[in-house]
């Protein structure tokens, strides 16, 4: 199973007493945690506009809805490659997959591998 590298979340109010996982890129990178993050199937990609605070800059926020093996929902804070790589790879929902991270690389960049599980 994975490291708990998000924060933990009280039970949604759904009636499933569902728990959620956060899993943000910079926690990953600032707790040197590298390799599987999660396996699990994929679910939903969601959008949302956004306003950076410092900035007033607007951008586009999206995240990828994992369900885990354990039935446990985790949400993958998008990066550019991680995007690049759902959409390189034509992932859809209902495909299971294990997700990488390997830290950064020398532009700066958070560095994800899809395997198919």
């Known amino acids: ?18 728990n959620i996982r956060f ?13 599987s993050v999660l396996t699990g199937t994929f679910k939903e990609e969601k959008v949302e506009e956004r306003v950076q605070k410092s900035t007033g800059k ?18 993958i804070n998008s990066t550019g490659h991680l995007a690049y790589l759902m959409k390189a790879q034509e992932v859809k929902p209902g495909d299971k997959l294990s997700v990488l991270y390997f830290g950064k690389d020398k532009q700066d960049r958070h560095q994800f591998e899809l395997i198919a599980a």
């Open 58 to 75: 607007k951008f586009t926020a999206r995240s990828f809805i994992f369900e885990e093996d354990d039935g446990k929902t985790a949400v």
């Open 23 to 35: 899993i943000n890129p910079r926690t990953l990178l600032d707790e040197g945690i590298t390799g």
């Open 1 to 18: 199973m994975p490291p708990n590298t998000g924060r933990s979340m009280k039970p949604l109010e759904t009636g499933t007493n569902e």
